[in-house]
Structure formats: structure tokens, C-alpha cells
């Protein structure tokens, strides 16, 4: 399978906010009747701001795609490459997708200036872990709660 990689094409996002609903029910564990909703308007606002979808295509078919966003250090107040947005379609996974296109978009927050990248992950997702940790990524914080 050839892989290549761009910026989405209007199709291409055409497609990618018409599986939002997944893609956040899959990230998130959360089942709701709003995940697309809530999905589209993350996407929406983040477009709004400079970000964009770069996205693994075959000749016939768009396989997978991050965003490529930014965001803000908290404490140091830095701006941040930030992926905000990580999905393979279900049929083109364990193929090494993921990865490669997590490489390549380092590639582009490097040539955007970046030299610090970040992105969260839900703990329960082992699998993203392992591979993000492959890919170098490290804990920086952790998110805690408690249900009283």
C-alpha cells in the first residue's frame, strides 16, 4: 500500500468531520449524542487558528490524519506544537500508519519552528501510548480526578 501525505484536501475534510462522532467517541471512551458536534466545533476553531489536517492517503482512499494545531505551555508560556487529533481509519490500522504519520507531522512542526510538540491521551488508550512513547513523547503531566 503507497502511502502519501499532504494537507487535506476539501473532500478530505468533507470526510473528516463526517466521522467526528467516532473519532471522539474512540478517543474518549465517552458515548454521547453530542461527540460529533463537539468534535466539528473543536476542529472548526482550531482551522479558525492556523491549524490544519495533515492526512495519510492511498490514490483511492484518505486513511488516516492528525492536526497539526498549536498551543501554550502553561507555566512557561511558551507556544507549543500541539496534535490535537490522531485517527486511522479502522481497516488501514497495524499497518504502520500512525506512526508514520505522526513522523511526518514532527517534520512539519519543525518546519513551522517548533522544537517542543505535545499532544493528550486518555490513559485507558494503551495502544496510542505505547506508540507515542515509541515515537520519543514522554509524560509531562498527568490529569487526576475523583467522582464524590
Given at each position: 500500500m503507497e502511502?502519501?501525505?499532504?494537507?487535506?484536501?476539501?473532500?478530505e475534510l468533507d470526510e473528516i468531520f463526517s466521522m467526528a462522532g467516532v473519532n471522539r467517541a474512540e478517543a474518549t471512551g465517552i458515548q454521547a449524542d453530542d461527540n460529533k458536534d463537539k468534535m466539528i466545533?473543536?476542529?472548526?476553531?482550531?482551522?479558525?487558528?492556523g491549524a490544519y489536517?495533515?492526512?495519510?492517503?492511498?490514490?483511492?482512499s484518505l486513511v488516516a490524519?492528525?492536526?497539526?494545531?498549536?498551543?501554550?505551555?502553561?507555566?512557561?508560556?511558551?507556544?507549543i506544537g500541539w496534535i490535537s487529533d490522531v485517527?486511522?481509519?479502522?481497516?488501514?490500522?497495524?499497518?504502520?500508519?500512525?506512526?508514520?504519520?505522526?513522523?511526518?507531522?514532527?517534520?512539519?512542526f519543525k518546519h513551522l519552528?517548533?522544537?517542543?510538540?505535545?499532544?493528550?491521551?486518555?490513559?485507558?488508550?494503551e495502544k496510542a501510548i505505547r506508540l507515542y512513547e515509541k515515537l520519543g513523547f514522554k509524560d509531562v503531566s498527568?490529569?487526576?480526578?475523583?467522582?464524590i
Open positions: 502511502i502519501e501525505y499532504g494537507k487535506a484536501t476539501e473532500s466545533a473543536s476542529y472548526k476553531d482550531s482551522l479558525d487558528h489536517f495533515l492526512v495519510a492517503r492511498t490514490h483511492e490524519w492528525v492536526l497539526v494545531d498549536r498551543s501554550q505551555d502553561w507555566f512557561t508560556h511558551k507556544e485517527y486511522v481509519k479502522q481497516e488501514f490500522r497495524q499497518n504502520g500508519v500512525a506512526k508514520s504519520l505522526i513522523e511526518q507531522s514532527l517534520v512539519e519552528g517548533y522544537d517542543d510538540v505535545r499532544l493528550n491521551v486518555f490513559s485507558f488508550n498527568k490529569f487526576m480526578r475523583v467522582e
